[in-house]
């Protein structure tokens, strides 16, 4: 089976198929940058994009990624990948760190759509995207931050 990951073909050998494609991102091809939160889709710091869409990669199965684009935290690029990174850093939102891929990768999402989101269109997106530091407040602040910044 191959992929598509970060631009690159991967070969996967003779992986099965139904293997989430978190665990095939982190045990094969070595990108940590994705993490382990809830292997339910429900807490985001396992997001990627795939076709230009924030996935859970834990709830799907490699098979179902063949043939697509996936772009992980460790090669997502462009200006709002920049602003989002430039406002992370500057409002320094990152507390402990681990839900910070799958936050940032979710926001990156939401100003590719959006580049003007109230609050509220915001706290939709990032809706699932839990932080246990609880850092929701600077979150929001970097988004409003990097949208201007695209402006």
Avoid: F
């Amino acid at each position: 089976m191959k992929i598509n990951v970060n631009g690159e073909e991967r070969d996967l050998g003779a992986v099965d198929g139904g293997t989430p494609l978190l665990w095939v991102l982190r045990d094969q091809l070595n990108l940590t940058g994705t993490k382990y939160g809830c292997g339910r889709a429900q807490c985001g710091a396992c997001t990627v994009h795939v076709n230009g869409e924030a996935v859970r990669s834990c709830s799907l199965a490699v098979r179902d990624a063949a043939g697509k684009q996936i772009v992980t935290i460790e090669a997502v690029s462009g200006r709002i990948a920049d602003a989002v990174r430039a406002a992370w850093q500057r409002l320094d939102v990152a507390q402990c760190g681990y839900c910070q891929s799958g936050q940032i990768m979710t926001a990156i999402k939401l100003l590719a759509s959006n580049r003007k989101p109230t609050d509220a269109a915001i706290d939709a997106a990032m809706d699932g995207s839990i932080c246990r530091c609880g850092a929701y407040i600077r979150i929001r602040k970097a988004i409003h931050q990097a949208a201007r910044a695209l402006a």
